[in-house]
Every structure is written in structure tokens, then in C-alpha cells.
């Protein structure tokens, strides 16, 4: 959701389907517990439930943000079914109070402020506040389960005397339905009360809609089946509010037949002094009178406590099937479960969609296919991976023939919504999402159910790439949805995306396919990282990257905030020179309140913007979006700064509304307090969720190619000083590699590959994870490998496994190595299937390296690799890096770890492919 969210913001078995090269850090143990971070005091004024299955209902404020002017109170404001979930069943669902001991009536219930969370067990708990500035003489709670694969709502209230004298106090618990068709012909339905069951039912069906019950688990002073146009102290169906405000009872009609119909209960009761009662109802929609009735049934057959437990163990079942976190601060643990229930709460039963928020009244039902793309991915990496898939394939099913996708869609039907396009995010977000589920889940169902759809996703960026002159994939609005231009945000998902998509296709078997992905995900890649003063520009201005390109091929330098996504899922890697720089960069532009952080220089969504949900909510431009603030505490986990994302962690929480509710889209730098018009949004609870899981090692979005597209022009000096040669790669780009080594050795573990070339050689130096290496014919012993295809791509033989049995990721003729416990740098051939030695590599320096900082350089003649003797500007050929290991104990040698490159040979004022930098 965003600038334009009314304009929104925002704001992815033989097979090794590797993530990430370096495992995040993990969560050390705490000593003793921290004091629990609170939140802040402002509460979410609008609140989804789900009964998992069929049914979701909305709860709902006095005011659902400050420009409201509604004339409900809290309540439940729309009940829906799956039969026809674009009709709200109902006007609300409310209570109203009289307390007859001080003769006051609360019955104007818009005057009433109010507060509500989920607790850890998936019940909504609500609050009764202030009623026009005054305190009521007790407290009144109102909770809420809408218990998991059953029927019905059961609604308890518990009223708390605590003074010293009895208080009487009368209750009005009613409904009132909606009827779609009033003012139309054959607009006229019925109620009833069910004295057996102790129940009023509402038939609908003469307006074409369903059944609506509200029964009581305890007796009730009166009841009401009313015309709510009725409004006549005298008639027998009137109104119940009426009567209810005029001396506190109903008039005991059991039956009507109106337009515009009501049902209520009243409770007259007495609370003792320091004591509580509680009153409990049950609520249901239900398409036909038989299923009402048995859901009421089912209801009444329990008592209202017995229900409240069976939603927390069901919702204790569903968190058990995910990752748990454990801190110390348990204000982190509360809030990780809630943004967790909130999200779950929020899911459409039926179709998998989301909202982008709970608070219908600024983006009223819309789906953005970004956000709920996002909050599916992170559910996936919190181990929710059923309601991810079911979203997967929502958005499979959404897609344009093209394999685009639309903007925004109905919750309840999933049909189009219009909105601002195109905003080709979500591709890149679908590439990366889909590919992860299927790397958690192994499903091979998934993989070919979702490959049609996830391959034209995949061709629209490949396929659009050749026609850009700037060499990126298609412009877009983007996250923010302003100007249509080559943002970062989107091109570095395109990037990644296609990353993505290559173990997919590598998965179907579809290797050629892969590598095509792998060029144009190179091509954009190095575009992002080419300096903005080239032709074409690139977004790399010296200090930190560019929001974006524009269409016409300048440069829109804001600093951006959504940028830092780059390096959230690895387009960008953390460690590199880049990184740091641009963080840098966007904190000291856009960092307020300690740890918040705005989306760009001088952004007034929030503030006087014309299209500002709720108009001057924030008080101030730049208000902090706590999607950017988990941006920035994942990319402090991935660098392992673990203190600054725990800060972070608790900042987050900090700013949360009451009991642990996730943000809107922003909070203010003012008040400190989230912003009510866009709140609960759940993809910001899953970016709290996911940056929880990150923390402790359990969860990480990025995704590294399977292999890198590589070239750059340049002479490096190799010396048998390696520490002194390394500053002369500081420019050069760098390759993460994606797996881990077999053995689990950090000496024989690539972290990273350089490479360039000159006229006459190639340069490789590669860096491992341990930071050091054995010494000259020392255990263990190791051996550096590169295998090569012809450059020249001649009909010498190959073979597709490495010399001591390793599957190599391309299919090599030639093999060039050294061993650490000699001194020969050796060339190998394949003959009759098999690595045959070939001859000793002269006139360059043999592979180096150095024992303190696990760095290994390599001098390879360009002739050695090519069956001409020459290699010429354009040639090519598919490389794969090995370490070998000896094992100490057996002193077997193996394979350990291979990185897979394309590289090309470049020359002299080219521009580079990238890559990181150093």
C-alpha cells in the first residue's frame, strides 16, 4: 500500500535445492528472562476471524480511524459465509448497557472507545473503555471465540464490580441483519424465537440470502424478533433498542415479518460487590434452518467455557505445527504468536487470500498480490506451509496469459479490482515464494501442479529482456505505486526471481532452460549494479543504489528505503562493500525514533497528502514503516550483528498496538503509536515474524544462483603472497556460492568466487568459510580444482563428474588443480570416460594460499582451457570451481563443495558482469 493506496504501499532428491551459502547465526541462550517489551497503548480498531473453514467474521471499533464518522459502536460489523462471502449478513452484531442502580444508560454505543487483541489462544479479547470520556462503575469484557472447524461465534462478557456495593445492571445483546435487497421487491424475511432452544432465528432466504441465529447460554430476562424500522414504544415489533433505552425490557415478540429486521435478548442481573458475572451468547450464518439449528445446537450443548478451550487447543495444535521462538524478552515471544493467529485470522477459508489489511476503511477488501504474496512466503518459513500452498495456487490462478499479474483483487470473490499498474513485484515475489515452498516441502505435486504458471512468470521477464535498452525487465510502479520506471525494488525481485527459477527448472529436468534464466537474471543483476553515470545508467551512484531508472534513461535518485529488499533477498549480498554503503546511506536520510525508518525523503502519505487513508494520522512527514525497520534488522542478522536486530526486535514491539497487534503500514514519529486506518496489516506481522525466525537461525528469504553468469577484465598480479595480493580484488565481482560442502568442513566450503581475465589468463580467487586453510602437507590436505568447458566448444571428450566422484553442475573437458601437498600445478584431460593427468602448467605462478584468512588465488593460462590454443572476446564456457578434501582418518579423497560459473571473456573498457563487490 503506499503513496497511491487509496494509492497502497507496501507496501519469493538427486537435486540439491540449496538457499543460501552462509547459515544465519543462531539465537544464543538467555540467562534469565528480560523484562517483557510492551506495546503501545493504541489499539487495532478492526480485527478479522476465521472459523478456518467456511466462515469469517469482522470485528470492529466505535471509530475506525479518526476521520470515521460511523454511528456504530464495538461490535461485530460483518458476519460472512462462503455460499455468498461478498454479502454481509449483518449491520452489526452489539451490546448495550444500562446500569439501573445509577440510573445511566450506555446505550449511544458509538460513544464508546474500546480495545481488542488476540490473545496466544486465538481468542479475541475486547475491552469496553470510556464512554464519552467517562469511566462505567465496573469493567465490561467482551471475548470472542470463533471456534476452529465449527459453525459458530460463542461471545462472553464479564462484567467486574469492583467497588464495595452491588450493582444491578441490564444487558441488550441484538443483531441486525442485512438485507441486500431492501427498498427492492420480494424484500420482506422473518424472524422467530425458539423457546426450546432458547434462540432467535432470522430467514433470509426471501431476499436470497441465509440464516442468521443468535442464542443465549443462560436464561434471558426478554427477547425481541423486531422491525427495526419500527420505532413506536407501543407496537409489538418494535425496534429493540427502543424499548431497551425507554425502561429497560423488550416486548416478547416472538415472531415478525419485516424488511429490516433485529433480534435481541436482554439480561436484567445483579453483580455483587468484588464479584463478576458473565453472560454468553453463540452467534451463526448458516445457508439453510436446519444448519442453523444444529449449529446452535452444537453451541448450547456445551456451556460457553468449553468452547473458549477448544479454540485455544485447536489454535495451540496449529502454532505446535510451525517454528516456535523462544526469547528471553517474552514480549517478542506474545507478539510472534499473535502476528501469527492475527494472519491466520485474515486468511479467506476458501480461496487462500488475504487482505492487505484488517481495517476495511481505507483499502476496503482488496488482495494486493505483492503483500499477500509476501505474508505466503513467510508463512512457509515459519512451517504454516498448507495455508502457503493453498495461497500459491490462488495466485497461480490469478495470472495473466502472459504471466503477469494484476494489482488487486476481491477477498471474497478473487475477481479483479482496478487499480494502479502494472506492479510486476509480485512475478518476481511468485518465483522466489513458489520456489521456497517447494524447497521446504519437497512436494514434486507442488512442482508440476504450479510449473505451467510459475514457467510464463518466469518467460515474461526472459522475454521482455531483450527489447530493454537498459537491459532490465519491465517498469513498473513498483511498491510504492508512483512513477512507472525501472525501480529497484522490482528489478532486483525480476533478478532474484530468475534465480529462483532456475532450480525449478533444473527440478523438471530442464537444464538449457535454467541457464537461460541464469543470463537474463546476470543481465539484470549487473544492470542494478552499473554506475549511474554509464550509458546506459545503472543505479549505483557511488555511494548507495538509485531508487530507479527512469523509462527515458535518467537517474531518480531518492533514497529509498524498499531498496534494502535488494539485499533482503540476496540480489545484493549483506557482506559486500555495496551493501553496507547504501544502508548507510538510508539510515542517516530516513531513520527516526531510534530504530524506525521512513520509506523516503520527505514521503507525506500519512501526513498531507491527498490520498491519505485517514488524513493527518502520523503528524509529521516520514512517519516509519516497520516493514522497513525488518528490512534492516535482517540484513543486521545476515552481517551478525545480532544486538542491533534485537534492538530492533523489541522497537518493533514496541510499537505495536495493544496485546501485541502488528502495525498498519506506518507509525508515527510523533505519538510513537502505529496508525489506526491501516491496521493490522498482516504482511507487516509477517515481516515481525520472519525477522523473529531470522534471529534464530530459522528462517532466511534469499536465494543464491545455482550459477552465476561471470566477467570482468582484469590483470591481477598473483605473488606467493596471498594476504598482500587480495586488496587488488576489491573491485572485483564476487559470487556466492549456494551449497554447503559434503563434509561439513568450513575449509572445503566455498563462501565466494572472483574472477577476471585478461588477454592471457584467468584469474580465480576463491574464499572459504572458515577463514583458514592447512599448511603446505598438512592434515587435512586440500586441493583447488577448476574443470572447464572448451572455450572453443571443440568435440574433445568430457565427462559430468569430478575426479574423485563429485557431480559437476555442467558437463567439463578440460580440469586444471593443485594439491596442498605438492607443488605442481596439473592439467587434466578425460580419456576413456576418466580424469587423466596430462601435462605440468608452466610460466605462471601455481595456486597460492593463505592458512590465515582461507583464501586460495589461481593463475590459469586461457590456453590450458581451450582446444585452439586461443581465446578470443565473447568466448565462453561453463566452469565449475571445486575444493577437494582428504579425509584425515581415512585419507580418502573427495569432492567437497563445487560452485558453478558461465563466465565469458571480456576485454579491455567492457563493462563487467556483477557480481558483489568486495
Do not use: C
Not at 413 to 431: C, K, M, Q, R, T
Amino acid at each position: 500500500m503506499g503513496y497511491n493506496r487509496l494509492w497502497k504501499r507496501g507496501g519469493l532428491a538427486a537435486l540439491a535445492l540449496s538457499l543460501v551459502g552462509t547459515a544465519l547465526p543462531m539465537l544464543a541462550p538467555a540467562a534469565s528472562a528480560d523484562t517483557p517489551t510492551s506495546p503501545t497503548t493504541q489499539s487495532a480498531t478492526s480485527l478479522y476471524m476465521s472459523n478456518w473453514t467456511d466462515s469469517m467474521n469482522i470485528w470492529m471499533a466505535s471509530k475506525l480511524s479518526q476521520n470515521d464518522t460511523g454511528t456504530y459502536g464495538p461490535r461485530i460489523g460483518e458476519m460472512r459465509i462462503s455460499n455468498d462471502f461478498n454479502t454481509n449478513q449483518i449491520k452489526d452484531y452489539s451490546g448495550f448497557f444500562r446500569d439501573e442502580t445509577h440510573s445511566v444508560k450506555y446505550d449511544q454505543i458509538h460513544s464508546f472507545n474500546s480495545e481488542a487483541y488476540y490473545d496466544d489462544g486465538g481468542i479475541l479479547r475486547t475491552k469496553y473503555l470510556d464512554y464519552g470520556g467517562s469511566n462505567m462503575p465496573l469493567t465490561v469484557t467482551k471475548d470472542y471465540a470463533m471456534v476452529p472447524n465449527q459453525n459458530f461465534t460463542v461471545a462472553t462478557y464479564t462484567f467486574t464490580n469492583s467497588g464495595s456495593s452491588a450493582i444491578n445492571y441490564n444487558l441488550l445483546e441484538q443483531i441486525h441483519v442485512n438485507n441486500k435487497t431492501l427498498g427492492g421487491t420480494n424484500s420482506t424475511n422473518s424472524a422467530s424465537y425458539d423457546s426450546a432452544r432458547n434462540a432467535l432465528f432470522v430467514n433470509m432466504s426471501n431476499s436470497g440470502q441465509y440464516y442468521v441465529a443468535l442464542g443465549a447460554f443462560q436464561t434471558m430476562t426478554g427477547y425481541q424478533a423486531a422491525n427495526d424500522a419500527d420505532s413506536s414504544l407501543s407496537s409489538s415489533t418494535v425496534a429493540p433498542w427502543y424499548t431497551f433505552d425507554d425502561n429497560g425490557t423488550l416486548k416478547n415478540n416472538a415472531s415478525v415479518t419485516a424488511a429490516d429486521i433485529s433480534v435481541a435478548f436482554n439480561k436484567s442481573f445483579t453483580i455483587p460487590a468484588n464479584s463478576s458475572v458473565t453472560l454468553s451468547f453463540v452467534a451463526t450464518v448458516r445457508d439453510t434452518l436446519a444448519h442453523a439449528q444444529s449449529a446452535v445446537d452444537t453451541a448450547l450443548g456445551q456451556t460457553a467455557s468449553y468452547w473458549f478451550t477448544q479454540t485455544q487447543s485447536a489454535y495451540a495444535t496449529w502454532l505446535s505445527g510451525g517454528k516456535p521462538v523462544s526469547f528471553a524478552d517474552a514480549g517478542i515471544n506474545s507478539a510472534y504468536k499473535r502476528s501469527l493467529i492475527a494472519i491466520k485470522n485474515s486468511i479467506n477459508p476458501v480461496s487462500g487470500a488475504m487482505p492487505a489489511t484488517t481495517n476495511p476503511i481505507a483499502y476496503g477488501y482488496k488482495v494486493w498480490a505483492r503483500d499477500s504474496a509476501v505474508t505466503a512466503m513467510i508463512l512457509d518459513q515459519a512451517g504454516f506451509t498448507a495455508e502457503a500452498e493453498k495461497y500459491w495456487y490462488w495466485l497461480r490462478d490469478r495470472q495473466q496469459s502472459d504471466g503477469s499479474f494484476k494489482t488487486t483483487f476481491n477477498l471474497w470473490d478473487s475477481s479483479y479490482v482496478s487499480f494502479v499498474e502494472p506492479e510486476h513485484d509480485a512475478i518476481g515475489i511468485f518465483l522466489i515464494g513458489a520456489y521456497l515452498h517447494y524447497k521446504i516441502t519437497g512436494s514434486s505435486t507442488f512442482l508440476n501442479n504450479i510449473w505451467t504458471g510459475y514457467k510464463k512468470s518466469a518467460d515474461f521477464i526472459y522475454n521482455a529482456i531483450g527489447s530493454d535498452p537498459y537491459q532490465f525487465g519491465p517498469a513498473d510502479a513498483s511498491i510504492w505505486e508512483e512513477t512507472v520506471e525501472y525501480n529497484i525494488f522490482t528489478q532486483s525481485l525480476y533478478a532474484t526471481g530468475l534465480d529462483a527459477a532456475q532450480y525449478m527448472a533444473r527440478a523438471k529436468s530442464l537444464p538449457s532452460l535454467a541457464d537461460d534464466y541464469n543470463g537474463v537474471a546476470s543481465k539484470i543483476r549487473t544492470s542494478i549494479n552499473r554506475d549511474d553515470t554509464w550509458s546506459p545508467k545503472g543505479m549505483w551512484n557511488g555511494t548507495n543504489f538509485n531508487r530507479a531508472v527512469t523509462t527515458s534513461g535518467g537517474s531518480n535518485t531518492l533514497v529509498d528505503a524498499s531498496s534494502m529488499a535488494a539485499i533482503v533477498y540476496g540480489t545484493i549480498d549483506a557482506a559486500s562493500s555495496r551493501a553496507s554503503s547504501h544502508v548507510s546511506a538510508v539510515l542517516s536520510h530516513l531513520q527516526h525514533d531510534t530504530y524506525g525508518i521512513a520509506r523516503y525523503d520527505s514521503d507525506n502519505f500519512y501526513y498531507t497528502s491527498p490520498y491519505s487513508p485517514a488524513g493527518n494520522e502520523a503528524q509529521s512527514d516520514e512517519p516509519s514503516w516497520p516493514q522497513m525497520t525488518s528490512y534492516h534488522a535482517l540484513y543486521s542478522i545476515y552481517k551478525g550483528d545480532l544486538t542491533t536486530a534485537l534492538a530492533e526486535l523489541k522497537w518493533m514491539v514496541s510499537r505495536m498496538g495493544v496485546g501485541y497487534m502488528a502495525p498498519g503500514e506506518a507509525v508515527s514519529r510523533i505519538t510513537l503509536k502505529p496508525l489506526p486506518s491501516t491496521m493490522l496489516e498482516p504482511v507487516t506481522a509477517a515481516w515481525f515474524v520472519l525477522t523473529a525466525l531470522a534471529y534464530g537461525g530459522q528462517a532466511d528469504l534469499r536465494v543464491i544462483s545455482p550459477q552465476a553468469n561471470v566477467g570482468a577484465y582484469k590483470t591481477i598480479s598473483v605473488t606467493t603472497n596471498v594476504s598482500a595480493d587480495l586488496s587488488q580484488y576489491s573491485n572485483v565481482p564476487y559470487y556466492l556460492d549456494n551449497n554447503a560442502s559434503a563434509s561439513g568442513s568450513g575449509d572445503t566450503d566455498i563462501q565466494r568466487v572472483y574472477i577476471s581475465n585478461d588477454a592471457s589468463n584467468l584469474y580465480v580467487r576463491i574464499k572459504n568459510k572458515s577463514g583458514s586453510l592447512s599448511a603446505f602437507n598438512t592434515a587435512p590436505r586440500f586441493a583447488v580444482m577448476v574443470y572447464a568447458e572448451d572455450y572453443k566448444h571443440g568435440s574433445a571428450s568430457s565427462s559430468s563428474t569430478g575426479m574423485y566422484g563429485g557431480t559437476l553442475d555442467h558437463a567439463a573437458q578440460y580440469m586444471v588443480g593443485r594439491w596442498s601437498d605438492s607443488n605442481d600445478f596439473s592439467a587434466f584431460r578425460v580419456s576413456g570416460g576418466s580424469w587423466t593427468f596430462d601435462h605440468t602448467i608452466t610460466g605462471v605462478t601455481a595456486p597460492q594460499w593463505s592458512t590465515s584468512t582461507g583464501d586460495i588465488e589461481m593463475v590459469i593460462p586461457l590456453s590450458e582451457l581451450s582446444s585452439t590454443g586461443a581465446v578470443a572476446t565473447g568466448d565462453f564456457s561453463n566452469l565449475n570451481v571445486v575444493l577437494v578434501r582428504q579425509n584425515p582418518t581415512t585419507s580418502a579423497w573427495t569432492d567437497d563443495d563445487v560452485q558453478a560459473l558461465h563466465d565469458r571473456i571480456m576485454t579491455s573498457g567492457e563493462a563487467w558482469f556483477y557480481g558483489n563487490v568486495q
